[in-house]
């Protein structure tokens, strides 16, 4: 048998690592969450009581009804009649998208669907804060604003409702985790160009803070 040339194997093996680096962009699939448990929970005065930050996270990760609970609590439709949702936005703009990254890659929560959708096949948490627990944690949750959604507004008024309008999400998965014995914590230490770049955003497309979820190591 002829003996291939160093230059042809080398050549082979760059085909071959393209391949799998497609396949594996492309093997990212939708996840179709569970319906959420609304019944559940500690008490809200007890839940208050409890709320707090915390940065040390076990790589455990979140099992689906959990992962599913918590992204309703965050920001799902708790009025499908009128698509409203778990926390409130100005004018009802809903201009808040909540981006999940996690171990296997980075997928956008779409509410409507209650649904994770796939945005790239890549573990990107480490790029989700400046601070070394952040890769620990096994969800990070990325609060951009979607300028295409918030009309003609003032640059202050941008800043302004985007930033109270993530507040609440925050605060819901705050509590939420709280009720459940999970770790969180909010950061606006983020790089956001570099972060914006892995993320693939458009230019209309604001990263307003990053939050982490796990359980406590
Ligand atoms: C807008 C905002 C940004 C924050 N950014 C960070 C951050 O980048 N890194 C971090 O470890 N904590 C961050 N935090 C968490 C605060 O440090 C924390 O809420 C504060 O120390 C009070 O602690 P507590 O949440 O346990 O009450 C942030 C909180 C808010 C509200």
Redesign the pocket.
């Known amino acids: 048998m002829k003996k291939l040339s160093f230059r042809t194997v080398g050549f082979i093996l760059i085909v071959l690592l393209m391949c799998n680096v497609l396949t594996s962009a492309q093997e990212l699939k939708p996840i179709k969450l569970l319906s959420p448990q609304k019944d559940g929970g500690k008490p809200l005065m007890q839940v208050l009581n409890e709320r ?2 915390l ?1 040390e996270y076990s790589d455990k990760e979140l099992p689906l009804q959990v992962l599913s609970n918590m992204l309703w609590a965050a920001w799902g439709i708790n009025r499908p009649d009128s698509g409203r949702r778990t926390a409130p936005s100005a004018v009802n703009m809903q201009e808040i998208d909540v981006y999940v990254s996690m171990a296997d890659g980075l997928y956008l929560y779409d509410a409507k669907e209650h649904m994770l959708q796939p945005v790239l096949a890549k573990d990107i948490r480490a790029l989700t ?1 400046t ?1 070394s627990y952040v890769k620990d944690a096994p969800v990070n949750l990325v609060f951009v604003a979607d300028l295409s959604k918030m009309g003609n507004r003032t640059d202050e008024g941008i800043t302004f409702t985007s930033a109270a309008d993530t507040g609440f999400i925050s605060q819901n998965v705050y509590l939420f985790c709280a009720s459940e014995g999970l770790a969180t ?5 983020v790089d956001k160009p570099v972060l914006a770049k892995e993320m693939g955003l458009r230019p209309d497309q604001i990263i307003i ?1 990053s939050q982490s979820v796990g359980y406590p190591r």
Do not use: D
């Open positions: 707090k930050s940065r804060g601070q914590v909010v950061r606006g230490l803070l």
